[in-house]
């Protein structure tokens, strides 16, 4: 995103766009219809256009919804599942996937990035597609808003069971190689790849976890462009991902009873610089500020245990 430069010259966002400066013209006989949409993050705040858009897309679905995406979970201190100080769970999102099962008896397929995979050597800190979160986590997180939403659904009957395992998978991305590279590193994805019903798609830079920063993307309400979209991608990225095996609904209906919001971890600064150095952070950097809140000089034994997460020291 490009913004007030030169500095002290230009005005500090573009100018707004005007229709009227738009010459009028026939619609071409085979344009696709498409809507550019987006949001401009922290720089303005409450300028968020482009999640109410995708929610839209997500009560709207009536029989499948299709994502490619790199997590659902917030971003993670490295080495746990403690989300950092601040984010949480996308809570918008998360209920209308599971109002979309639930009620509308929608078909939800994830993609989802191999948990912190970082590419080409690199530190967490500098590239991570993949917060940390397992496909059971997502899962699990997803059917707990049916309970929330609808009180009157039995999550421990044998109906229920049946209907989660039905109408909601989920896997980690995979190559005809597998899960790996010859290196040994987890395949990563970056994508932000939405598909509703077959008929219209969804493709740009915003994540549905929460990191509040400027986006883009555009919709294509096209059936004939959508079905292109599928067999030329979501098709072949699905038949090599999905195995069956990442997801099973014993382990989705056992987590249902962890909680993976974030509470307050107690660490000295020294237990703090351990875990940085577990993850091979790079001395001096800003990461460790992060980790303002997780610091108490006067604590002595490290308290870092919170529905079955823990870190040794």
Not at 24 to 41: C, H, N, Q, T, W
Not at 243 to 248: A, F, I
Not at 258 to 268: D, G, M, P, Y
């Amino acid at each position: 995103t490009v913004s007030e430069f030169p500095i002290g010259k230009a005005a500090e966002f573009p100018p707004q766009f005007s229709v009227d400066l738009v010459p009028k013209r026939d619609v071409l006989e085979r344009a696709v219809p498409m809507i550019s949409m987006g949001r401009y993050g922290t720089m303005k705040p409450r300028s968020y256009s482009s999640d109410d858009a995708i929610l839209a897309m997500f009560d709207s679905a009536k029989r499948s919804i299709k994502l490619a995406i790199q997590d659902l979970g917030p971003v993670t201190i490295p080495g746990t599942k403690l989300p950092l100080p601040g984010l949480v769970w996308p809570k918008a999102y998360m209920f209308a996937l599971g109002r979309a099962i639930w009620k509308t008896g929608v078909r939800v397929d994830i993609a989802l990035s191999n948990p912190r995979s970082i590419p080409d050597n690199l530190g967490a800190t500098e590239a991570c597609y993949g917060n940390g979160w397992t496909c059971v986590d997502c899962a699990s997180e997803i059917i707990k808003t049916i309970k929330i939403q609808f009180p009157e659904a039995d999550i421990r009957s044998h109906e229920f069971r049946e209907m989660v395992s039905r109408r909601l998978r989920v896997c980690y991305v995979r190559e005809k190689c597998g899960m790996s590279w010859k290196d040994g590193t987890t395949i990563g994805m970056h994508a932000k790849h939405f598909i509703f019903d077959d008929v219209c798609c969804y493709i740009g830079s915003q994540n549905l976890y929460i990191c509040d920063l400027a986006e883009w993307g555009v919709v294509i309400d096209n059936k004939e462009q959508t079905k292109k979209v599928l067999n030329e991608y979501w098709y072949p990225m699905w038949g090599s991902s999905y195995l069956g095996e990442d997801c099973n609904l014993k382990d989705i209906m056992d987590g249902l009873k962890i909680n993976r919001n974030a509470k307050k971890v107690l660490l000295t600064p020294q237990q703090a610089g351990r875990v940085l150095t577990k993850q091979s952070f790079r001395p001096g950097n800003e990461f460790k500020l992060l980790f303002s809140d997780y610091l108490n000089e006067e604590l002595d034994t490290p308290r870092l245990k919170t529905d079955g997460t823990s870190l040794d020291f």
